[in-house]
């Protein structure tokens, strides 16, 4: 059974940085791509970062680069988002996600197959 288990949200102020963090469990974690996708209130899901199988390849959204790091650790089946001078329009749910049998990072968050249950990020003004 495939688990994806994401940490790390709290409240930060405007200019402060969080790490988020996605634990992996029940699958070989280098045969997926992951991503980070966020979902503010009211607003649908949209795509924040995304990381190929290896590392080696990164994709980001226009609102968030320059700012967030997507990054994993392929011993601890873990994936990291560092998020760097957040804004309060950062203000949202964090997802992580699972592509299986994807290749490149993408944005389309209907091509990921599992989900975790989310952890949720407030940056105050």
């Known amino acids: 059974q495939v688990q994806l288990v994401e940490s790390g949200g709290g409240l930060v102020q405007a200019g402060g940085s969080l790490r988020l963090s996605c634990a992996a469990s029940?699958?070989?974690?280098?045969?997926?791509?992951m991503g980070w996708f966020r979902q503010a209130p009211g607003k649908e899901r949209e795509f924040v970062a995304a990381?190929?199988?290896?590392?080696?390849?990164?994709l980001y959204a226009d609102s968030v680069k320059g700012r967030f790091t997507i990054s994993r650790d392929g011993a601890k089946n873990l994936v990291y988002l560092q998020m760097n001078s957040l804004k309060p329009e950062d203000t949202a749910v964090y997802y992580c996600?699972?592509?299986?049998?994807?290749?490149?990072?993408?944005?389309?968050?209907?091509?990921?197959?599992?989900w975790g249950q989310g952890t949720r990020v407030t940056v105050s003004s």
């Open positions: 996600a699972a592509d299986v049998g994807g290749v490149i990072p993408v944005l389309d968050l209907n091509q990921y197959d599992y």
């Open positions: 029940g699958l070989i974690y280098s045969n997926y791509v």
């Open positions: 990381i190929s199988r290896r590392g080696g390849s990164t």
